[in-house]
């Protein structure tokens, strides 16, 4: 009897306690709690959005989907970034969903330099949503020659809400050798509002 009580009573008392992370779990609906949550709602709640069947959490950003997905550039493999005969090419293309905005979590690209390489030939990788804003930008200045080098990065500028897809574009400065670029990945979580 006591156990029947204490299932019957949680759902109704969850936002008023922490979970062992320290977070409250708000339930689950087809729209986000909003002043009926004791305390209002705060940094780390979480909360199942039925209708979208995402599990969400509450950060500074708004609600996020709890999850990261890759974004996907090209149909994968590797490229030679070579010298262009102009001084940027766009290389890459990574669709995105548009029914909601996207948040970047990381990214990784690993990148082996040629044999000329230095602060005067170099190539810079531009991430680039489809507003023209640069999300993230890497530049093999200071790699060395003949490295193979792995950038990653938690940090980045976020894409605007109209972002439709994110390109990878690549600037040479100088007169590099070719540097061979292994699949880049980027990692992300949509904002659901």
Do not use: E
């Not at 729209?31 to 969400?56: K, M, Q």
């Amino acid at each position: 009897m006591t156990d029947d009580l204490a299932r019957r009573l949680a759902p109704a008392l969850a936002p008023w306690f922490l979970t062992r992370d320290g977070s409250r779990d708000l339930g689950r609906g087809s729209a986000f709690p909003s002043t009926d949550v004791p305390g209002g709602v705060t940094v780390g709640d979480r909360f199942f959005r039925t209708d979208l069947f995402l599990p969400c959490v509450y950060t500074s950003a708004g609600w996020l989907t709890t999850f990261d997905f890759p974004l996907a550039f090209g149909a994968g493999g590797n490229t030679y970034a070579t010298n262009y005969s102009a001084t940027t090419a766009s290389v890459r293309w990574a669709s995105t969903r548009n029914d909601h905005q996207l948040y970047l979590s990381y990214a990784t690209m690993t990148i082996s330099t040629g044999a000329t390489n230095n602060g005067s030939n170099y190539i810079t990788y531009n991430f680039v949503d489809s507003t023209g804003a640069t999300v993230w930008s890497v530049s093999t200045a200071a790699d060395g020659t003949n490295a193979t080098v792995t950038k990653a990065s938690a940090s980045f500028t976020q894409p605007n809400a109209a972002t439709s897809f994110i390109r990878l574009d690549i600037a040479v400065t100088g007169a590099p050798s070719a540097q061979f670029l292994y699949t880049p990945v980027l990692y992300a979580r949509m904002i659901i509002t």
